[in-house]
């Protein structure tokens, strides 16, 4: 959260569009709305709209999309779509120059010594197995837990994450723990980094583990309670 107001970016605000969503779920237009200008903004969060249609609500994912690609075209008629045809390799360019220098697996298996394509089905592994997640914890109904995931696809799929990204992370926890507990505690590692961009190889490892801790103790199996022992009753007059 420092980071994210001291680069003065969108994370905070992105966070929001994501927190609406969570709470309006059930309301299409809201969490469609919210959501759809989270995408027109940075597209990253674009795994929260599956979440949306793996949990049945089919209407507020299209309507997020929907809005999302209104936004994004309005906004380029506006400079009557200058530099359009530019972007796509804008972003790639972009992405070869910053992606080695991220909180990604990616980054980090290229600091391990990975070779290059090895890094990336490793990161591409991570991302088809998180969106796996979604669908599977959606089509059981368990929405929050999709939710939970649904975020950290979202860190994970990037090719590009930065230290204040991770502040979505608060989201997660507030949904999962109303109340002080354990996942609040976990996101203090992120003390230790060297700044927005990555550091050393074991900065990164623990910055990219202080994350995983958080989604894993918010979608952990809520604590069985001991069932309530009933005293035995005396038995109604006239019976043995």
């Known amino acids: 959260m420092i980071s994210?107001?001291?680069?003065?970016?969108?994370?905070?605000?992105?966070?929001?569009?994501?927190?609406?969503?969570?709470?309006?779920?059930?309301?299409?237009?809201?969490?469609?709305?919210?959501?759809?200008?989270?995408?027109?903004?940075?597209?990253?969060?674009?795994?929260?709209?599956?979440?949306?249609?793996?949990?049945?609500?089919?209407?507020?994912?299209?309507?997020?999309?929907?809005?999302?690609?209104?936004?994004?075209?309005?906004?380029?008629?506006?400079?009557?779509?200058?530099?359009?045809?530019?972007?796509?390799?804008?972003l790639r360019r972009l992405q070869e120059l910053e992606e080695g220098h991220g909180y990604t697996i990616y980054a980090l298996a290229l600091d391990l010594g990975f070779a290059q394509g090895t890094a990336r089905a490793l990161w591409i592994g991570l991302a088809v197995l998180l969106v796996a997640g979604i669908a599977v914890l959606g089509h059981r109904r368990d929405e929050q837990r999709a939710f939970a995931v649904a975020i950290a696809a979202a860190l994970a799929c990037s090719p590009i994450v930065w230290l204040h990204y991770f502040a979505l992370l608060l989201v997660v926890v507030g949904i999962a723990e109303r109340s002080l507990g354990p996942s609040w505690f976990a996101p203090l590692a992120m003390y230790g980094s060297s700044g927005t961009g990555n550091g050393t190889t074991l900065q990164t490892a623990l910055r990219i583990a202080a994350a995983a801790l958080t989604v894993a103790l918010a979608v952990r199996p809520a604590r069985l309670t001991r069932p309530t022992v009933l005293s035995p009753t005396a038995p109604a007059r006239g019976q043995p």
């Open 4 to 90: 994210a107001i001291q680069t003065g970016n969108v994370t905070i605000p992105l966070a929001l569009g994501a927190a609406l969503a969570w709470r309006y779920r059930d309301h299409a237009w809201i969490a469609g709305g919210s959501l759809g200008l989270t995408l027109a903004t940075k597209l990253f969060l674009w795994p929260l709209a599956l979440w949306l249609g793996f949990t049945r609500r089919i209407a507020a994912a299209a309507l997020a999309m929907g809005v999302g690609a209104i936004v994004l075209l309005v906004s380029w008629a506006v400079i009557g779509f200058a530099g359009i045809d530019q972007y796509p390799g804008l």
